[in-house]
């Protein structure tokens, strides 16, 4: 057997734009920016571009700060691997057990109630105005379609 088939992922099982798709579908950067950006706005006014580009400067210097990290430790675990490889396998496996309840419990809900969210402000400034509660079924509607799209195909 060789090298190559014993360790890592094989060969053409991701492409380069699955990976893409991927990345940028977990980060959401398009609904962070539409739900976040638009709030930010209506309180900065004419500071709005300075702040946009503080935070864009701050984003690429921790983005900067894994990149460097990951030179050291290459591997497809994460930030738990990092801790693991700073802080010993206790701490990275425990981090590791946290990211998944940050990820489940967290961060996923709040992403789909804020795209709901920012689809019924955007729906109302088109003066489209629905109840105040109808931001609960647009954040269902919004994990069943994410859950749909993430169906594997065969």
Same mark, same amino acid.
């Given at each position: 057997? @060789?090298?190559?088939?014993?360790?890592?992922?094989?060969?053409? +099982?991701?492409?380069?734009?699955?990976?893409?798709?991927?990345?940028?579908?977990?980060?959401?950067?398009?609904?962070?920016?539409?739900?976040?950006? !638009?709030?930010?706005?209506?309180?900065?006014?004419? @500071?709005?571009?300075?702040?946009?580009?503080?935070?864009?400067?701050?984003? *690429?210097?921790?983005?900067?700060? +894994?990149?460097?990290?990951?030179?050291?430790?290459?591997?497809?675990?994460?930030?738990?691997?990092?801790?693991?490889?700073?802080?010993?396998?206790?701490?990275?496996?425990? @981090?590791?057990?946290?990211?998944?309840?940050? *990820?489940?419990?967290?961060?996923?809900? =709040?992403?789909?109630?804020?795209?709901? /969210?920012?689809?019924?402000?955007? /729906? !109302?400034?088109?003066?489209?105005? /629905?109840?105040?509660?109808?931001? =609960?079924?647009?954040?269902?509607?919004?994990?069943?379609?994410? /859950? +749909?799209?993430?169906?594997?195909?065969?």
């Amino acid at each position: 057997m @060789s090298k190559e088939s014993s360790y890592g992922l094989k060969r053409g +099982v991701v492409t380069f734009w699955e990976l893409v798709f991927q990345s940028l579908s977990f980060t959401a950067p398009g609904i962070a920016a539409l739900a976040t950006l !638009s709030g930010a706005v209506a309180f900065a006014y004419g @500071s709005a571009p300075l702040s946009v580009i503080l935070a864009a400067l701050g984003v *690429a210097s921790a983005a900067y700060a +894994v990149y460097e990290f990951s030179l050291k430790v290459a591997s497809s675990g994460g930030y738990y691997r990092y801790i693991e490889r700073g802080f010993g396998p206790r701490v990275g496996a425990w @981090s590791g057990w946290l990211y998944i309840l940050y *990820a489940g419990v967290a961060a996923t809900p =709040f992403i789909y109630l804020e795209t709901a /969210l920012a689809v019924q402000y955007g /729906l !109302s400034e088109l003066g489209i105005n /629905l109840p105040s509660w109808s931001w =609960f079924p647009l954040g269902i509607a919004d994990a069943l379609l994410a /859950l +749909v799209l993430t169906l594997p195909r065969h």
